[in-house]
């Protein structure tokens, strides 16, 4: 077995702002017994608490001392200890950048047209102050599942704006996320950072890991980790990610 195993959230271990479902709980703690396990995704700490902490039902402080939470984009990196979940660190951004951030996604989509980019009705916060992170969800953030999958299925709504905001705020990551997300981070932010944090953090070198994702191909916010050499596993859902763990557990 690798030393660490890391999964992206939404895609993979659960639906898209899903909760994660009792039998993918109940392999990931399989898998605690045996090994350390990451989770990176743009999600925020708190989504991922909600989303998929809360329903690992473990309470052994051992097994969660091996799973590491790596939120917005690895801008935070979480670790638990006797004491609970401890932060280890934060990439804010600062009050500047975040105005900055806000105004270039509102001249973006304004000039695109709601017409064009086919939003007409949002649920929830459309942008989503993450602090170490901006988040724009094109239909909110609370949009029915079904919609956000039939938004943008083959991306290029989401890579007009990402394209454009490149132009007007260059200073910043921009990547494309979820079903209908487009996470901005300070530059140099992706899954590769991510990558070189756990190297840091965790003292595991690159060789020693395997990521799964929905995102590996040319593109998907996953694929930056293949191209540094870490070894991957595709797969299109939280079905074939169970696949994939009971086949890392029993063989």
Known sequence: ???????????????????MDNEMASLLVDLLKKTKVAVVSGGKYEQFINQFVDYLNCND????????????????????????????????????????????????????????????????????????????????QEAPLDLKKNWDKNQKKRWQIKKMLENFIPEFEITIGGTTSIDI???????????????????????????IGDALYEGGNDYPVKTIGVECIQVVDEEETKKVIRELIYG
């Open 1 to 19: 077995m690798k030393l660490l195993y890391i999964f992206d959230l939404d895609g993979t271990l659960t639906k898209s702002k899903q909760s």
């Open 61 to 140: 402080s051992k097994l969660l001392s091996n799973l590491f939470l790596f939120p917005t984009c690895a801008t935070a990196f979480y670790r638990y200890s006797d004491d609970g979940w401890m932060n280890i660190y934060n990439e804010l951004l600062s009050e500047k950048e975040k105005k900055l951030i806000k105004s270039a996604i509102e001249f973006v989509t304004e000039r695109i047209g709601i017409d064009k980019l086919d939003i007409h009705i949002t649920f929830g916060k459309q942008v989503e102050d993450r602090k170490t992170q901006i988040t724009f969800s094109a239909l909110g």
């Open 185 to 211: 981070t300070k530059k140099g932010i992706d899954k590769i950072y991510a990558i070189k944090q756990m190297e840091k953090y965790l003292g595991i070198d690159k060789k020693d890991m395997l990521f």
